[in-house]
C-alpha cells in the first residue's frame, strides 16, 4: 500500500513599496504601491487569482466531489488570508468551500510567515498562537499537523512543537540527513516522544513543481499515467509519499496551456486504478503509520534552493542586518501596547522581504530573479531599512510620550519616578 499526501503552501507577502528616505517621518503607508507592478499587493494577488487560486481551486473542488477518496492539505499564512479578505473575498470562499468538504486539512504555522523561530522563541509562538486561532474563525478548524515557514525545520524545532501539543510536523527529505533511508516512510524527531515528521519526496514533488514545463527534460511531456508508474514504484519500498509544493505551481509557475491542469485533473484518476492507493491528509498519515527510525537534523535546513539550507534569507551581510534590526525592535514595539503598531512590525518580518535582499545569483538565479520584484537585492534593502527607520521613530515617540526615556533601548522605569 501506498498513500499520496498532496500539501500545498499558499502564500503573498505585503510587499514593501519603494519607500525612499524622503518618506521617513512623513509616510506610514509601507506596503504596496498601485503601480500595477509586482509591487502592488492587490494586482498580485488579482493576477495569481485568475491564473491559479480560481482554476485550480475549481478543479480540486470538482475532484474532491467526484472521487470521495481523494484529500489535499494547505498551509496558508495569515498575511495570505488577509489579503483575500481584503482584495478577493471570491477567493477566500472557493477555499472554504474545499475545506467545507471535509477532505482538505489546514496546518498551522507562523501567521506572518516569519523566521521568528530563529530569533525570538516567544514571538514564535505568539505567531502561531495567532494563525491557528485565524484559522479557526475562517475555515471552523483548529491544525493539529505544523509546517515551518519555507520548511525550515531542525531537532529543536520539531521539540517545541511537540510541547505546543502538535502530532505531526513537516519537513525537507534532505538527502544528507537520510542516508539510505526512504523519504517514503514517517519519522520521530530526535528527542521527541510522540510527534511524528513527514518528509518531502523532493524529486517526485519538484517533478511537477519545476521540471513540468521543461521540454529539454528527458521524461517530458509528463502526463498522470507516467507519474503514476513513478508513484506504484514505491510500493513494498514506501509507505506513504509526500507531495510538497507551492500551490502557484498550478496556472502561476506552470502555466494553463503547458496541460499542469489536465495533468492535476487526472492524476487522481489513474493513481486510484491500483486497488492499494490512497490519499490521506497529513494528520491520517501521522495517525496510520508508525516511524521508521529518528531523523536527526542538528542543523536547520529548508526546501529552498539547492542548498537547502538558510542562505536564501541569512546568507550575506545585507539580509542580517536586515533581520538584526527589526527582531530588535520586539522589545520596544510590544512596550508601546499599540496594536496596529504591532501589526506593521510583525508584517515587517514576513521572509520574503529577507529573500529579496539575496544576492546568490549562481544556481538558483532564475529563481530569485522570478520572486524578486525590485531591481536589485540593495534595493529592496534600502526601501526595507528605511521603513524600518520610520518605524522605530513613531515607537520611540509613543514611549516618549508616556514617560520612558528612549536611547536606542528601552529603560522599564519612568522618567521622573
Known amino acids: 500500500m501506498v498513500s499520496m499526501c498532496f500539501y500545498f503552501q499558499v502564500h503573498q507577502p505585503y510587499r514593501i513599496r519603494r519607500y525612499s528616505v524622503f518618506d521617513i517621518g512623513r509616510n506610514k503607508d509601507y506596503f504596496g504601491d498601485r503601480s500595477g507592478t509586482k509591487l502592488d499587493n492587490r494586482w498580485i494577488i488579482d493576477k495569481v487569482a485568475g491564473k491559479c487560486y480560481l482554476p485550480t481551486n475549481a478543479v480540486l473542488l470538482e475532484l474532491l466531489n467526484k472521487h470521495p477518496d481523494f484529500k489535499i492539505s494547505f498551509s496558508f499564512s495569515g498575511v495570505f488570508l488577509e489579503q483575500l479578505e481584503e482584495f478577493a473575498p471570491e477567493v477566500l470562499k472557493s477555499f472554504q468551500d474545499l475545506v467545507a468538504t471535509g477532505r482538505v486539512e489546514i496546518l498551522s504555522e507562523t501567521y506572518y510567515h516569519s523566521l521568528s523561530f530563529l530569533f525570538d ?12 486561532k485565524f484559522v479557526k474563525q475562517l475555515f471552523g478548524v483548529t491544525p493539529t499537523v505544523f509546517r515551518n515557514t519555507e520548511l525550515i525545520y531542525n531537532n529543536k524545532l520539531a521539540n517545541e512543537i511537540e510541547a505546543m501539543g502538535y502530532k505531526g510536523i513537516i519537513s525537507e527529505g534532505a538527502d544528507h540527513l537520510l542516508g539510505w533511508r526512504s523519504p517514503n516512510f514517517l519519522y520521530s524527531p530526535v528527542g521527541a516522544k510522540k510527534i511524528k515528521v513527514l518528509l518531502k519526496n523532493y524529486k517526485l514533488s519538484d517533478d511537477v513543481a519545476f521540471r513540468f514545463s521543461n521540454r529539454g527534460w528527458k521524461d517530458w511531456p509528463l502526463t498522470a499515467s507516467k507519474y503514476v508508474q513513478w508513484l506504484n514504484s514505491i510500493n513494498g519500498c514506501g509507505e506513504v509519499v509526500n507531495l510538497f509544493m507551492d500551490y502557484e505551481t498550478f496556472g502561476e509557475h506552470q502555466w494553463e496551456d503547458t496541460g499542469i491542469f489536465e495533468f492535476l485533473r487526472y492524476l487522481p484518476v489513474e493513481f486510484l486504478k491500483h486497488p492499494d492507493n490512497n490519499f490521506k491528509t497529513p494528520s491520517e498519515v501521522v495517525d496510520t503509520y508508525e516511524t521508521r527510525g529518528e531523523y536527526d537534523c542538528h542543523n536547520f535546513i529548508s526546501w529552498a534552493d539547492l542548498e537547502r539550507d538558510l542562505s536564501a534569507w541569512t546568507g550575506n551581510e545585507i539580509q542580517d542586518a536586515a533581520m538584526n534590526k527589526i527582531y530588535a525592535l520586539g522589545e520596544k514595539v510590544k512596550l508601546t501596547g499599540n496594536g496596529k503598531l504591532l501589526h506593521r512590525w510583525r508584517k515587517l518580518q ?3 522581504h529577507f529573500y529579496y535582499m539575496c544576492t546568490k545569483w549562481f544556481s538558483d538565479g532564475d529563481v530569485h530573479k522570478y520572486f524578486n520584484p525590485y531591481e536589485s537585492p540593495y534595493e529592496a534593502f534600502i ?21 520612558f526615556a528612549v536611547k536606542g533601548k528601552v529603560i522599564r522605569t519612568r522618567v521622573n519616578l
Open 350 to 352: 514576513t521572509s520574503d
Open 383 to 403: 526601501a526595507y531599512m528605511n521603513v524600518l527607520q520610520d518605524l522605530e521613530m513613531e515607537i520611540d515617540d509613543i514611549l516618549e510620550e508616556r514617560g
Open 121 to 132: 522563541k516567544n514571538e514564535f509562538r505568539e505567531q502561531v498562537r495567532l494563525h491557528d
